[in-house]
């Protein structure tokens, strides 16, 4: 919800303005292809920052964007915002003499983005908001049902596995590997669910298992929880996901800081990755209605979306 993340990250903006003004403001950044999350991110970003920025586009072609970067990199920007992981994983690897902000990246933690001039903003929604809202859409929800790459999600599903013990939920997950094997793995886990939990997944969440998925959840009647709007206008019940115009501003805040400072205080991580701050709740009514949930008027009030 984008007011309340406003409110808050303005009262922090005025007050690095101040220490950051005198600064030289040239930011390179540079995006892993042309996608509108990254472009809603950048203008965010240059709306709350007041930076000159120099735009470069990878568009998936490595090599391209080893030449493109060493170019830029002469015009001596202050500091590189990359946003998605072929960007992230560029400018963590290749820069080293300005601070590397990046964003936009699914599961960052699988690309090696470290180093003691990296910082970065996850898309990683906190899961204590997330099961706060899942609970209130479905107030019977004991079992949680997860699909998970063990390479890619083990972290994520022991937090959340810790943070459901915490709400009373008992979270259900079973490891897939490959994208094969999902309908036979989700036959197995589906009898002993109350709702199912899409993690972000490029791997095993193919298109042609998402639509298995979602025919599956509708026929036993399982809310299906996904991470983006695209899930639920395709027959998800709902989505909580980062608001990427509230991560250009949080991208803005933490750029201010980087600039003002010019190195880590003692005591930080190397790497400094923050979680997002503001989110999007997108619902679909249609959905709710075949699988016969009867949802307040007052739940659906707080959607920043609603699919019919």
Not at 84 to 94: C, D, E, N, T
Request: glycine content about 6%.
């Amino acid at each position: 919800m984008l007011c309340s993340t406003t409110t808050r990250l303005g009262i922090l903006m005025l007050c690095s303005w101040w220490s950051a003004a005198a600064l030289p403001r040239d930011i390179l950044v540079l995006t892993s292809a042309e996608v509108p999350a990254y472009q809603e991110t950048i203008e965010a970003f240059r709306r709350h920052g007041s930076y000159t920025l120099r735009q470069f586009e990878l568009d998936g072609n490595q090599a391209r964007g080893e030449k493109l970067l060493s170019e830029a990199m002469k015009q001596k920007p202050v500091l590189v915002l990359a946003l998605g992981a072929k960007a992230a994983y560029l400018a963590a690897r290749r820069v080293r003499e300005v601070p590397v902000l990046f964003a936009d990246v699914i599961n960052w933690h699988n690309y090696g983005l470290s180093g003691k001039n990296v910082s970065g903003i996850s898309l990683d929604v906190p899961i204590q908001s997330m099961f706060a809202q899942f609970l209130m859409t479905v107030p019977g929800l004991k079992r949680l049902g997860i699909l998970y790459h063990p390479k890619h999600h083990e972290p994520r599903r022991q937090e959340a596995a810790r943070v459901a013990a915490e709400y009373g939920l008992e979270l259900v997950a079973l490891p897939v590997e490959e994208a094969a094997a999902v309908p036979k793995v989700f036959a197995a886990l589906a009898p002993k669910i109350d709702a199912f939990w899409m993690l972000p997944d490029q791997v095993i969440y193919t298109a042609s298992n998402f639509s298995h998925l979602q025919q599956q959840c509708l026929q036993r009647k399982l809310p299906f929880m996904a991470f983006s709007e695209e899930f639920v206008r395709a027959g998800a019940l709902l989505s909580i996901s980062p608001d990427y115009r509230a991560i250009g501003m949080q991208a803005a805040l933490m750029a201010g800081e980087l600039l003002s400072q010019q190195a880590k205080p003692q005591g930080e991580p190397e790497t400094r990755v923050v979680a997002p701050v503001g989110t999007t709740l997108v619902f679909n009514r249609r959905t709710a209605a075949s699988l016969g949930l009867a949802v307040p008027p007052s739940l659906l009030q707080m959607a920043d979306t609603l699919i019919d």
